[in-house]
């Protein structure tokens, strides 16, 4: 009985010491996994990027002398502070444990080479690349990921809109921007507003009258943030009805270059369509981005100056320094009250 349990004991011990080499084993190896990179090609170095989905188009990004551009849309520059932000997130993940490593859980989870959801290629200028295939998702901006030549199948911190397939996700919104402070000056129709030794007017403003700045930098915001929605093309069309201009308005830089900006109604809608005369793109606009300059009025933009009245603060001081009237009278009368005997 005594030496059945000695080994009953013997055994267990033997036991705890497997279990906890595996724990340790399995911490370590999952360290080691958790600083395993998704991606291995060098993203500085990457010059095209596609992304596919199936039935339909397969957009392109490609770097051009320093330059993000849209080949397949105009050649319009993309947005860098994006590609960065959303390709960087990408090359910053670091992978654990895989969920699969099956043919058939590729299949399962859409990442498989002939069954995908999207599909992103990476080409570096030393030809070396990488794919990485997106599928389903498993949870809350969660999605399956594997990189093709691999079977390991991952649940990555990553949501498949931020792959988008259209290039108007992709577009540079900061491209019609200015420097507010190089405006010189603001031709509107009825209105022009110029910037002398740092200080704005408006074109026939009286000396009785001042900006009001907040109209003014309201008017700065509006015309140096110009917004579009969509980029047309290069080319005029007869829908643009160019020649039909609903409002045009000019921008002076501090070195005397002059930017014109025409307005057109974009045939059979409530857009608009703006040429600006320094790049060779139309842009469709909004109406309500069409409302916000056609809202802007001369009669906001400037005010009466408050008028001092200087007869009212000298009566004010000559007050100040006489006793009041009353309150003398008062005390006169008190002392010639008889005094009671």
Same mark, same amino acid.
């Given at each position: 009985?005594?030496?059945?349990?000695?080994?009953?004991?013997?055994?267990?011990?033997?036991?705890?010491?497997?279990?906890?080499?595996?724990?340790?084993?399995?911490?370590?190896?999952?360290?080691?996994?958790?600083?395993?990179?998704?991606?291995?090609?060098?993203?500085?170095?990457?010059?095209?990027?596609?992304?596919?989905?199936?039935?339909?188009?397969?957009?392109?990004?490609?770097?051009?002398?320093?330059?993000?551009?849209?080949?397949?849309?105009?050649?319009?520059?993309?947005?860098?502070?994006?590609?960065?932000?959303?390709?960087?997130?990408?090359?910053?993940?670091?992978?654990?444990?895989?969920?699969?490593?099956?043919?058939?859980?590729?299949?399962?989870?859409?990442?498989?080479?002939?069954?995908?959801?999207?599909?992103?290629?990476?080409?570096?200028?030393?030809?070396?690349?990488?794919?990485?295939?997106?599928?389903?998702?498993?949870?809350?901006?969660?999605?399956?990921?594997?990189?093709?030549?691999?079977?390991?199948?991952?649940?990555?911190?990553?949501?498949?809109?931020?792959?988008?397939?259209?290039?108007?996700?992709?577009?540079?919104?900061?491209?019609?921007?200015?420097?507010?402070?190089?405006?010189?000056?603001?031709?509107?129709?009825?209105?022009?507003?110029? *910037?002398?030794?740092?200080?704005?007017?408006?074109?026939?403003?009286?000396?009785?009258?001042?900006?009001?700045?907040?109209?003014?930098?309201?008017?700065?915001?509006?015309?140096?943030?110009?917004?579009?929605?969509?980029?047309?093309?290069?080319?005029?069309?007869?829908?643009?009805?160019?020649?039909?201009?609903?409002?045009?308005?000019?921008?002076?830089?501090?070195?005397?270059?002059?930017?014109?900006?025409?307005?057109? *109604?974009?045939?059979?809608?409530?857009?608009?369509?703006?040429?600006?005369?320094?790049?060779?793109?139309?842009?469709?606009?909004?109406?309500?981005?069409?409302?916000?300059?056609?809202?802007?009025?001369?009669?906001?933009?400037?005010?009466?100056?408050?008028?001092?009245?200087?007869?009212?603060?000298?009566?004010?001081?000559?007050?100040?320094?006489?006793?009041?009237?009353?309150?003398?009278?008062?005390?006169?009368?008190?002392?010639?009250?008889?005094?009671?005997?």
């Amino acid at each position: 009985m005594k030496e059945k349990i000695n080994i009953l004991v013997i055994a267990f011990v033997i036991q705890m010491c497997l279990t906890i080499g595996l724990v340790y084993s399995g911490s370590d190896a999952n360290d080691n996994a958790s600083n395993k990179k998704l991606l291995t090609v060098d993203y500085d170095t990457v010059s095209k990027i596609s992304i596919e989905q199936p039935e339909k188009s397969t957009l392109v990004l490609e770097k051009r002398e320093g330059r993000w551009i849209l080949p397949g849309y105009f050649d319009f520059p993309a947005s860098k502070s994006k590609l960065d932000r959303i390709m960087g997130k990408l090359y910053d993940l670091s992978v654990g444990w895989p969920v699969a490593t099956t043919k058939t859980a590729q299949k399962r989870f859409k990442v498989a080479d002939e069954a995908f959801e999207r599909k992103l290629q990476f080409m570096a200028s030393d030809e070396s690349q990488q794919t990485l295939l997106l599928g389903t998702s498993p949870g809350f901006k969660k999605i399956h990921a594997r990189v093709s030549g691999e079977t390991k199948v991952y649940a990555i911190a990553f949501s498949a809109y931020e792959a988008s397939e259209k290039p108007v996700d992709w577009v540079d919104r900061g491209y019609l921007h200015l420097d507010r402070s190089d405006v010189a000056a603001i031709e509107l129709p009825n209105l022009i507003v110029s *910037k002398k030794d740092k200080q704005f007017s408006v074109e026939g403003m009286k000396d009785s009258e001042e900006l009001v700045d907040q109209e003014l930098q309201s008017l700065l915001s509006t015309v140096t943030s110009l917004s579009f929605d969509e980029v047309l093309g290069r080319k005029n069309k007869p829908e643009y009805q160019s020649e039909t201009v609903e409002l045009e308005l000019a921008l002076l830089d501090q070195s005397g270059n002059r930017t014109s900006y025409r307005f057109a *109604k974009l045939k059979d809608t409530e857009d608009f369509v703006l040429k600006v005369s320094s790049h060779p793109y139309y842009f469709r606009v909004t109406k309500m981005s069409m409302d916000a300059l056609q809202k802007i009025d001369r009669n906001k933009l400037i005010k009466s100056k408050a008028v001092e009245n200087p007869d009212s603060e000298d009566k004010q001081s000559v007050d100040a320094e006489s006793p009041p009237v009353k309150a003398a009278d008062e005390f006169n009368n008190v002392q010639s009250l008889p005094v009671k005997q």
